[in-house]
């Protein structure tokens, strides 16, 4: 198993920057392929990014330009460096770990979350 614990998260103003954390124990974090996904109140969860095992990663068009995944195996940690931030980006934001990229969003082990709270 592994466990997911994000942190970084805060109010900041339109414009700012926030980087959050999703640190992993347990089973060997390089062997999974990581993802950010976002949750608004009233929304749908909603993919922000993904990380593969190799480091490739996608995002979603809300964030491309703005937003940056990273991960640091030796430090077992994943990291989403935000940019530009919008107030349409608050929400809270999970961290999630799966074996397969295909797999993320779906299944596998998700953290408790972190707000994020853009406004002026």
């Known amino acids: 198993q592994v466990q997911l614990v994000e942190s970084g998260g805060g109010l900041v103003q339109p414009g700012g920057s926030l980087r959050l954390s999703c640190a992993a124990s347990?089973?060997?974090?390089?062997?999974?392929?990581m993802g950010w996904y976002r949750q608004a109140p009233g929304k749908q969860r909603e993919l922000v990014g993904t990380?593969?095992?190799?480091?490739?990663?996608n995002y979603a068009d809300s964030v491309k330009g703005r937003f940056t995944i990273s991960r640091d195996n030796a430090k077992n940690t994943m990291y989403l460096q935000m940019n530009s931030l919008k107030p349409d980006d608050t929400a809270v934001y999970y961290c999630?770990?799966?074996?397969?990229?295909?797999?993320?969003?779906?299944?596998?082990?998700w953290g408790q979350g972190t707000q994020v709270t853009v406004s002026s």
């Open positions: 999630n770990a799966a074996f397969l990229v295909s797999s993320l969003g779906r299944g596998g082990y």
């Open positions: 990380i593969s095992r190799g480091g490739n990663t």
């Open positions: 347990g089973n060997i974090f390089s062997a999974y392929a």
